[in-house]
């Protein structure tokens, strides 16, 4: 599948969208805000990779607490914003400004600086020495020619903000990782057509985040109202449905093409190697926010979204996977069709049913077409420096669907762990799409 | 066919191997050099142990990190409680690590510095004494974070190809991912180098060594890197053809296998007895022992067996941590002497990350004869808990049993001496050549084991920034004599020759062995 880019195109329909918000703050400092906004990100996508307990569900987890931060944070100051409490299971109001004068960015980075230090407490020292600088680099930035007792007044502020936020978030179920994820005791299925260990690897022996199914959804009602349906009826017969839909991910895997092999790398993402799936898709966001020169609150708005429709994804995504416990494409073509054969990528170590990056890329297809637009077209360019090429996409909804397929051409999931992955996503993205974030 | 050679081995090995016993000597021995510093050593600390001032006994030198660098003159008696002398001779600051080497082939060996700043080769003048050599020598120390170090006598040369490894660019604070700095090959012209060549892309590289993975007599240089700050990384392995150009293995050409580790440490050693080097990578977590898939197909395929043969070391296997490790020095040797490689592995948190283990113990597994692997660490008595870095097992009192020195980060470094009971054979050898490369880095010694050879690179590279040169250890179980050949550099084959048990001989190309005694 080969993409033409339509930047021209994207500019074109963003426009309208991004004039609607209309800051309520003078240009220089919402250019202060907007520069804070993205700076810290650019970090926390580096973050991302290099916390070792930032697993894709862990972090979507991330991106959510903090897209609600920054927009909190802006909210509280900005009548034309919608607070998000009172939307999302169990937030409660924000603390509210004071007497006084308040700057913007002050309160902007000092939410985002109290978040994201609790967040990535665990990060190596590197990460942690990272942080300080940020810190350093975007206070000043933040604070230049601001009266000192302003300054004070909006720090204290954005902390208070990002402390209720973290406190919200310290009960979810998925506050502590332990052992990157993997549990120590494990107990297998019995059944044949249940998760086995596919790696190498000592630590993943016993699956990823069994229990991450259970944490507390951002716009979920629960888990359960959104589950995909049951998989195919496991068979191993050569002329049962599930045997076809291996042997399709079987001969995908011997006829790839350099596209479609490019397709499949493009959209791994994987854990500690990149900022996740989830991650990519905020580096899409982050991407046309500098191409298209969105406000603030239309980039911390569409964070916020994003972030709660991705965490959510992963927990019904999750739920769905330890219900089914479905084993890997690897597992069964090995045992039943070549025993010589090897995917693309690397199996990741958790049931298969459904597709994690295909759940999550539904949702944030449906809360990015709905907050910019069908046939909203972007180039992506967040593997650039990993030496991928940059990809051009018509929509979001064909960037979600070429993620999901890059799974089959991977060799990780089965075309129906895919599509129904998609299609648990989108739903749960369109309960994110429906969060006010204006007043 | 390895299999088959497993079960020839399996009869008299297979049991529970003997636990040797080490003693920790640390506080008696006189070694109290700290690796210290903050971010920028957060890794480094390498040991390099060598034989300075003539007597067979091997000195120890230690880096510092922040702190100054000693080196220490070995004052053990032979067989008895270790002791070392501290002195001034090498007292350098930004030290990181440390590989002996006879560059000049005076027969008096050099040590080269691996260094935050400029990198130095200090030239040997004998009695321990060293003088500063990059100026005479044409080498450019650079001004890097210097992190890894591999030598290798190319075809031609008398002196060295010397590869060194660089990690991040220490200037970057706030976004330093992807940062990684050139690694340098530097090539000799004559009895010079020149200008360093660039290894470019380089990916952070924390470990390096020459080795012939493909029994073609012209090594190529592997290159272990850390994950955590290379972007489009992977780990690496270069072609170097004399007098060409360095060419990097790749998936399209060579049918290398991209695989991206934390790689900290390379340890090879011929583990499966199959003929060709085995390479351990240390990481986080899980680590890897490769074995070459199919040696017939030419390429550098490997299979990892970590897994299969027991030494993932992924997590402490004793003082109740239950998070990840952190591995960092690897080293095979025989450390009981049962004619099976052990491998001891150094363990250290980076510095205080939570979900890593803090209490993470250093590794002893001894080989058990049939692939596997048993941890004995604990039971053997070096299982600091120290955060530990560089490291070396190497017999610092000539008696046969190999000792241990490990450097460790913000505490002193570790010495222990093996002080049980020996339950098997040994013997140590020497390499010495005429003429240039005196000390024949690149040979290769075979051993017979059994019915199987086992073959032994002697490398000048490798490890977490540590090294050694002096005498090769082998243990040999209830042998009474080893049948042992070396294929020295260039190609030439020694005859094989048997060797008496528990002894120390010199060999040199064409010539009987020379016995040798310490004392």
């Not at chain 1, 600086?113 to 609790?118: G, I, Y």
């Not at chain 1, 979920?220 to 050569?238: G, H, I, N, R, V």
């Not at chain 2, 998936?251 to 340890?267: N, P, S, T």
């Not at chain 2, 997590?315 to 109740?320: A, S």
Request: one cysteine or more; aromatic letters at 10%.
């Amino acid at each position: 599948m080969q993409f033409r880019r339509r930047q021209v195109l994207g500019f074109t329909l963003a426009a309208p969208v991004a004039l609607a918000f209309r800051p309520g703050f003078a240009a220089p400092r919402a250019d202060v805000s907007r520069e804070v906004l993205l700076t810290w990100h650019k970090l926390i996508l580096e973050l991302v990779r290099h916390t070792a307990t930032y697993m894709p569900p862990v972090a979507a987890r991330g991106f959510g607490y903090i897209g609600v931060t920054a927009h909190e944070a802006l909210a509280t100051g900005k009548p034309a914003l919608r607070s998000l409490a009172g939307q999302l299971t169990d937030l409660t109001p924000l603390p509210a400004r004071g007497e006084g004068e308040f700057d913007e960015p002050c309160v902007l980075h000092a939410a985002l600086e109290t978040a994201v230090k609790e967040l990535f407490a665990n990060t190596g020292p590197t990460g942690q020495r990272a942080m300080q600088k940020m810190s350093e680099m975007m206070g000043k930035t933040a604070s230049k020619d601001i009266a000192s007792d302003v300054v004070e007044r909006s720090v204290a502020h954005g902390r208070a903000v990002a402390e209720h936020i973290l406190a919200w978030a310290r009960v979810d179920g998925g506050a502590v990782v332990e052992n990157m994820g993997f549990p120590r005791d494990y107990t297998p299925g019995t059944r044949p057509q249940d998760w086995v260990p596919t790696s190498l690897v000592r630590m993943q022996q016993a699956p990823l985040l069994p229990d991450w199914g259970k944490n507390r959804p951002f716009v979920m009602p629960d888990t359960a109202s959104l589950d995909a349906p049951p998989p195919p009826d496991y068979d191993e017969a050569l002329d049962s449905a599930f045997y076809g839909f291996a042997k399709e991910v079987y001969d995908t895997g011997k006829s790839l093409t350099d596209e479609q092999k490019l397709i499949a790398r493009f959209w791994s993402d994987d854990a500690m190697l990149t900022p996740t799936p989830a991650g990519h898709w905020i580096s899409i966001v982050m991407q046309i926010a500098d191409r298209d020169a969105l406000p603030v609150e239309m980039i911390s708005s569409t964070l916020a979204k994003l972030g709660c429709a991705q965490s959510d994804a992963f927990v019904s995504c999750w739920s769905t996977k330890f219900k089914y416990n479905l084993l890997r494409p690897v597992t069964y073509i090995k045992k039943h069709i070549d025993k010589a054969w090897e995917p693309l990528l690397i199996t990741p170590p958790f049931p298969e049913y459904t597709s994690g990056h295909s759940c999550q890329s539904g949702a944030a297809s449906t809360v990015l077409t709905s907050m910019f637009g069908e046939d909203f077209a972007f180039d992506d360019a967040t593997h650039e420096d990993e030496g991928l090429p940059v990809r051009s996409f018509p929509s979001f909804t064909a960037a979600a669907e070429e993620a999901a397929m890059s799974r089959l051409y991977g060799g990780i999931h089965y075309r129906f762990g895919n599509e129904q992955g998609l299609t648990q996503g989108r739903a749960i993205g369109a309960l994110a799409a429906q969060l006010r974030t204006e007043a | 066919m390895r299999a088959l050679v497993f079960l020839a081995l399996a009869a008299p090995a297979c049991a529970e191997p003997t636990i040797p016993t080490f003693t920790d000597e640390t506080a008696s021995a006189g070694l109290s050099t700290v690796y210290e510093g903050e971010w920028e050593y957060m890794v480094g600390g390498g040991v390099a142990t060598f034989d300075c001032s003539g007597d067979g006994l091997p000195e120890v030198f230690l880096s510092g990190g922040a702190a100054p660098s000693a080196l220490y003159l070995n004052r053990s008696p032979v067989g008895g409680a270790l002791a070392f002398e501290k002195t001034d001779a090498v007292t350098l600051d930004a030290v990181l690590g440390a590989y002996p080497l006879d560059i000049d082939s005076d027969g008096i060996l050099d040590l080269v510095v691996l260094r935050l700043g400029e990198n130095k080769l200090l030239r040997g003048l004998g009695q321990c004494r060293f003088e500063e050599a990059n100026e005479a020598w044409g080498f450019d120390g650079g001004d890097a974070w210097s992190s890894a170090f591999a030598a290798i006598w190319e075809k031609g040369q008398t002196w060295p190809t010397l590869a060194i490894g660089n990690y991040i660019d220490r200037k970057e604070e706030a976004f330093p991912w992807g940062s990684c700095t050139d690694n340098w090959l530097h090539r000799p012209e004559g009895n010079k180098f020149g200008a360093p060549i660039p290894l470019t892309p380089s990916f952070c590289a924390l470990s390096m060594l020459f080795t012939d993975w493909n029994r073609s007599g012209n090594p190529s240089l592997r290159v272990s890197n850390d994950r955590e700050y290379y972007k489009a990384g992977q780990e690496q392995m270069w072609h170097l053809d004399p007098g060409a150009a360095p060419r990097l293995y790749t998936e399209k050409e060579d049918g290398w296998k991209r695989l991206r580790i934390w790689g900290m440490g390379i340890a090879a050693a011929d583990v499966n007895l199959d003929g060709y080097p085995d390479y351990y990578l240390t990481s986080m977590a899980d680590n890897k022992l490769q074995v070459l898939k199919d040696a017939a197909s030419g390429k550098p395929d490997y299979a990892d067996i970590a897994f299969k043969s027991g030494i993932t070391a992924h997590k402490p296997y004793t003082g109740g941590d239950i998070n990840p490790s952190t591995a960092w020095h690897p080293q095979f040797a025989d450390v009981n002497n049962d004619g099976v490689l052990d491998l001891f592995v150094a363990k250290g948190n980076v510095a205080k990350m939570p979900d890593f283990a803090a209490q993470d113990p250093n590794n002893l597994m001894l080989g058990v004869g049939d692939g596997t692997f048993v941890e004995a660490g604990d039971r053997a008595g070096v299982a600091s808990m120290r955060i530990a870095r560089g490291a070396q097992v190497v017999d610092l009192n000539l008696d046969g049993l190999l000792d241990l020195v490990v450097v460790n980060r913000w505490t002193s470094a570790e010495v222990w001496r093996q002080t049980g009971e020996a339950t098997g054979g040994w013997l140590q050898v020497r390499l010495a050549q005429p003429e240039a490369n005196r000390d024949a880095i690149g040979a290769v010694i075979e051993i017979k084991r059994g019915v199987v050879v086992e073959r032994h690179e002697i490398a000048s590279g490798g490890g977490h920034v540590s090294g050694s040169v002096g005498w090769l250890h082998f243990g040999l179980g209830a042998a009474t004599a080893a049948e042992m050949r070396v294929i020295w550099p260039g190609g030439a084959e020694g005859s094989w020759m048997t060797l008496p048990a528990g002894g120390f001989y010199i060999l040199r190309p064409g010539q009987d062995a020379e016995a040798w005694t310490p004392g």
